[in-house]
């Protein structure tokens, strides 16, 4: 039930970045593990995704987003912005979308500690996406997972990207399947 630190240190910049104005309040609000998480721990180390993630993305949600799915989303589309840049941004948006999301196994992977995702249909203009495992079923997870696909396939150059989730771990079904299209 792990993260890699890096993900602690988008929220961390996303809150810098994005929001800078609630920085030392949301910072405030942390909980001493988190806080202790982000003296210490590198990007490459693995940390609690409860200490690592969730809270810290709770308490954007709380305190910046009426919504949490719209926080998770956008700290989801933060990170794919972040994440895709330099020769991995050129590479992007050289590759096909499709292509791109079905390395999404192994992104996943790297960052996220069990996780279990494969692409399970795909064509031209779409993708569905299914996850049989996270580190922990959460909305807040899978919200960020859908906005990094989200703004992955935009830098991709795909217009008109539309992410569907169609099951939900987090509300007790047996996979996380998302429905990614573009035109």
Not at 73 to 84: K, N, S, V
Not at 101 to 108: C, G, Y
Request: charged fraction near 25%; include cysteine.
């Amino acid at each position: 039930m792990e993260v890699r630190g890096s993900i602690l240190k988008g929220i961390v910049d996303f809150v810098k970045i994005k929001h800078s104005s609630n920085y030392a309040k949301w910072e405030s609000r942390l909980p001493s593990e988190t806080k202790v998480l982000m003296a210490s721990s590198s990007v490459s180390s693995w940390c609690s995704i409860q200490d690592g993630m969730i809270q810290p993305s709770l308490v954007v949600c709380e305190l910046i987003f009426s919504d949490e799915k719209i926080g998770a989303w956008e700290m989801g589309r933060f990170a794919a912005e972040q994440g895709l840049t330099g020769i991995y941004k050129v590479f992007a948006m050289i590759a096909t979308p499709t292509y791109i999301l079905k390395k999404a196994p192994r992104i996943m992977s790297t960052f996220y500690r069990p996780s279990e995702l494969k692409v399970v249909e795909s064509s031209n203009r779409s993708v569905k996406i299914r996850c049989t495992k996270l580190p922990v079923n959460n909305s807040l997870l899978e919200f960020r997972i859908a906005g990094w696909i989200e703004r992955a396939a935009e830098i991709c150059n795909c217009k008109n990207v539309k992410v569907e989730i169609l099951s939900a771990l987090s509300k007790g079904e047996e996979t996380f399947d998302l429905h990614v299209s573009w035109n």
